[in-house]
Nanobody, 120 residues
Framework: QVQLAESGGGLVQAGGSLRLSCAAS????????MGWFRQAPGKEREFVAA????????HYADSVKGRFAIFRDNAKNTMYLQMNNLQPEDTAVYYC?????????????WGQGTQVTVSS
């Protein structure tokens, strides 16, 4: 089992920045493809960004392209999401997920989430 723990959420004004972290409990993280998802009140969880185990490949939702950046430090068993130019529509609980295979649709592990609130 691998535990994932998000941190770095908070309250920020529109146009501001936050950096989320997702720390894994075991070095097995280094072989996981990882992703960030978010869920706003009354909405389904949606994909935000993903990164391959080697960090060679990244993907972003259209809504965050050019504003968010996903990256990882395998030596620290940690993944990050740098969020710039935040907007009120980015308000959500952000979750990190990990999966054994890049091509897998389902994620094997999830964190507990961290709240991001963007005020206008």
């Amino acid at each position: 089992q691998v535990q994932l723990a998000e941190s770095g959420g908070g309250l920020v004004q529109a146009g501001g920045s936050l950096r989320l972290s997702c720390a894994a409990s075991r070095p097995a993280f280094r072989r996981f493809a990882m992703g960030w998802f978010r869920q706003a009140p009354g909405k389904e969880r949606e994909f935000v960004a993903a990164i391959s185990w080697s960090a060679a490949v990244t993907h972003y939702a259209d809504s965050v392209k050019g504003r968010f950046a996903i990256f990882r430090d395998n030596a620290k068993n940690t993944m990050y999401l740098q969020m710039n130019n935040l907007q009120p529509e980015d308000t959500a609980v952000y979750y990190c997920g990990g999966k054994y295979a890049d091509y897998a649709v389902m994620y094997d592990y999830w964190g507990q989430g961290t709240q991001v609130t963007v005020s206008s």
